[in-house]
């Protein structure tokens, strides 16, 4: 078996590592916090150079990986404002083979996210364990990848640190992790003195030599990826990652030598490792050729990868079911505190982030300042847009674009920058720590229409301050569970805190607009959203509706609710009116949350104060399962409107 190259972690003569179940769940120490945001924590996943991640669980049971945020980052003020626009773009990725992120805060006193919890083992770390994968395996992981980053260009999201150990091999096939954080360190004044955010042997050349990279650089790197799941060999040699760096950097002048891979990977690596962005296979494209080369659907997981490695993943699924008790007494959590608004002069650089043992971390739209509401029933106050007597105020501006958009075109031809400057780069990179970092490269629009990317480098963050974050310097505010009393993270996408259900005087009449309307809530495939507005009432698949008309959207794993959502006892306008205050649900539902004795069942009654100003009233007569378990039902129901007037 070939030895694998150094950046597999283990030199020669080492062990390779543990893959006792004992590895995948730590039990907390007591330097580490019990509870988050309204989570109980149940064992340690891991720590890294970003942060420390934990076992916790949704309001529904579904099993989450939180990651708390190391102090030198959270008390960052730039670094909270990217984190906050990171997860958020992220929010928006959606699709099969991706670790989807499901909550986060900015607010408290360190920053924190929740993904999903697999409990698979990194790729990276299943080469060293195991060694290479059979060659229909790796059409099928890159196949699949190429999928998930599909999903993740078409959110304009580039994820620009994609290598081994970010990709998590499970049962139920490979799962792209990992491209929400590490972004948001480009921000702070470490990466900003000349730092580069990336795994040297894993970068493309472009991205090597600091030029603007698009997603065709993701491509790139999944193709070096291919080569050593293949084999345990990097196509640029066997040398460190300074020197395999240099080498892809001048990849247009010395191709790799790709004559000792398989012939039958050999083309997809052409394709992938081309010099010029703008030659390199597309995504589909990529996944097509996975799917004929395989030999099988690389969606047909049965048996895909070795025994030996497919016992280690059921070792590690069963382990995380009985998290290790705490060994230690209990550490108070720490109390939420308010960002600050400037940063410090000088934050510690973070250490080596290693993978964490068994699972993978990952990240809508950016969230605005909610717009104060009107004082009462008066004309608007100036600069403020009229809003209905009873509904919510009007949103803030979106401080990000980060809108979907078609992958960026290959940027233009730069001239050439020697040698020199692509190893004097590498060499901040180094000096940074940033070389096991994540990163994410997202996509917004200059004034011209153009795409562009923010590179966080100090131009671009006077660029983010006057056009895209309209001089915004702190985080938005959001509601955490301590404020709203529930399990999930409200209030992002318009700027609504819908937390807070607008007041609805004691002496208010309702007038029926319609009556028990047929009203169905389609689960989307894939990605896609589908945003829903009850006056029209509408729902849109297309992504098109103006957030001063959507009450709620949904996913494929998760409703989320713009406006407040309660329960009613009883079929009148009375009784729906007093369950948006009294029986709040969470901002957001996965698919824990459906069926038979939980939150949302047939016979429910869902009532909110529409973005219109309107009493609506939805009522469950049917749920269709999902194809996945983590997949929310289709739900069928009866809608009914009433305009409210004193």
Known sequence: MPTPAPEFGTAPGEAPISTSTSDILSPLGPQDPRETAGYHLQARIGEGGMGTVYLSHTRGGQPVA??????????????????????????????????????????????????????????????????????????????????????????????????????LLGSQGPYVIDFGIARAADATHLTQSGGLIGTPQYMSPEHALGEQVTPATDVFS?????????????????????????????????PPKLDGYDQRLRPLLERCLTADPAERIGTEELAALCQESAGRGIGDFTGWLPEPLTAEIARREQSAQAPPQPTAPQMPAAPPAAPPTTAPSAPAPPPHDPTPQGHAYTQGVPQAAPTPPPT????????????????????????????????????????????????????????????AAAAVYVMGKDDDGKSSASNGTKDSGKKDGADGDKGASTPSPSPTKADTGSGDQGGEGDGTDPSTSPSIPANAQYSAIFEGKSFTLRTPAGSAYVNVDFDKPEVDTEDEMVDTLKDMYLDSSYWYFDTTMGKSAGTTPQECA???????????????????????????????????????????????PGEYSWEVPTVQGKLTLWEITE
């Not at 059409?139 to 990848?145: D, E, K, P, S, T």
């Not at 709040?584 to 698919?591: A, C, R």
């Open 66 to 167: 939180l990651k708390v945020i190391r102090r030198e980052y959270g008390q960052d003020a730039d670094f909270r404002r990217r984190f906050e626009q990171e997860v958020q773009a992220a929010r928006r990725v959606q699709g099969y083979h991706i670790v989807p992120v499901v909550d986060h805060d900015t607010t408290g006193e360190l920053p924190w996210l929740a993904s999903a919890f697999i409990a698979g083992i990194p790729l990276h770390d299943a080469l060293v364990a195991f060694g290479p994968l059979p060659l229909p395996a790796v059409f099928q992981l890159v196949g699949c990848a190429a999928r998930a980053l599909t999903s993740i260009h078409a959110a304009g999201v580039i994820h620009r640190d994609l290598k081994p150990s970010n990709i």
């Open 222 to 254: 999944l193709g070096l990826i291919a080569a050593v799941a293949a084999t345990g060999r990097h196509p640029y040699g066997d040398g460190g990652a300074i020197t395999i760096a240099a080498q892809i950097a001048n990849t247009s002048q010395r």
């Open 376 to 435: 009462g029933f008066g004309p608007p106050a100036q600069g403020q847009a009229p809003t209905p007597g009873y509904g919510y105020p009007p949103p803030a501006t979106d401080t990000y674009n980060l809108s979907p958009q078609a992958p960026s075109p290959a940027p233009p031809k730069k001239s050439r920058r020697g040698l020199k400057a692509a190893l004097v780069a590498l060499a901040l990179v180094l000096v940074a720590g940033s070389g």
């Open 578 to 624: 007093e369950g948006t205050g009294t029986d709040v649900l969470p901002s957001s539902l996965d698919s824990g949350a459906f069926g038979e004795e939980a939150e949302i069942d047939k016979g429910v009654r869902l009532c909110t104060i529409t973005k219109q100003g309107n009493l609506a009233m939805y009522e469950i007569t049917g749920l269709t």
